[in-house]
């Protein structure tokens, strides 16, 4: 059982590229979100998904994209990278009401 | 808008101490409170979670404490160790978000030997 898997662990992006970070659960979850985590910030909801075909914004979604065509993944598009994108992502799933099971996060610096 | 207001910033204790770290919330509707660790490098793991309808939960060492009217709830880790050392992060949700959690801003515990 693989849990959240995140790909890719690190990467290097210049300014205006685009990219997709990956993100996979093998537990069935109807529930998938994206976080970006920043040094004393906590993780802050970028967006997310309450089941396949169904996504929402949330508290800082402006440069990402997503969509939801399965259950199981779940990606984040990066539309024209940006220095302030520079964090550590965190993809997340859980079913309805429960506890979000994480995976191990992508760090993402934009030069 | 910081919904979840989370304290100290950074805690240092020694080895077999308590360590607390307190959370303050500002909307009524969330009804499901989790800790989560993390340690360097690592995504956040589920540590302890509690729901409002009950004023502590302990599992081990650890143990929420959930003040309702107040909009507080606590973590305490008793008989401290090294290996606690990590960040908490405290978080709140509502029943129908699932994954929508409001985290607070983190505490970087330290335990000494």
């Known amino acids: 059982n693989a849990g959240v898997t995140q790909t890719p662990k690190f990467q290097v992006l210049k300014t205006g590229q685009s990219m997709t970070l990956q993100c996979a659960q093998d537990m069935n979850h109807e529930y998938m979100s994206w976080y970006r985590q920043d040094q004393g910030m906590g993780l802050r909801l970028i967006h997310y998904s309450v089941g396949a075909g169904i996504t929402d914004q949330g508290e800082v979604p402006n440069g990402y994209n997503v969509s939801r065509s399965t259950t199981e993944d779940f990606p984040l598009r990066l539309l024209s990278a940006a220095p302030s994108q520079t964090s550590v992502y965190f993809c997340?799933?859980?079913?309805?009401?429960?506890?979000?099971?994480f995976g191990q996060g992508t760090r993402l610096t934009v030069v | 808008q910081q919904q979840v207001k989370q304290s100290p910033q950074s805690l240092i204790v020694q080895k077999g101490g308590i360590s607390i770290i307190n959370c303050a919330y500002e909307?009524?509707?969330?009804?499901?409170f989790p800790w989560y660790q993390q340690f360097p490098g690592k995504g956040p793991a589920l540590l302890i979670a509690i729901r409002p309808d009950v004023s502590e939960k302990k599992e081990g060492r650890f143990t929420i404490s959930f003040n309702k009217s107040a909009k507080q709830f606590s973590l305490h880790i008793m008989d401290s160790q090294p290996g606690d050392s990590a960040t908490y992060f405290c978080?709140?949700?509502?029943?129908?978000?699932?994954?929508?959690?409001?985290f607070g801003e983190g505490t970087q515990l330290t335990v000494n030997p």
């Open positions: 909307n009524t509707a969330f009804d499901y």
């Open positions: 997340a799933s859980s079913y309805f009401g429960e506890a979000a099971f």
């Open positions: 978080a709140a949700s509502t029943e129908t978000s699932g994954s929508r959690l409001t």
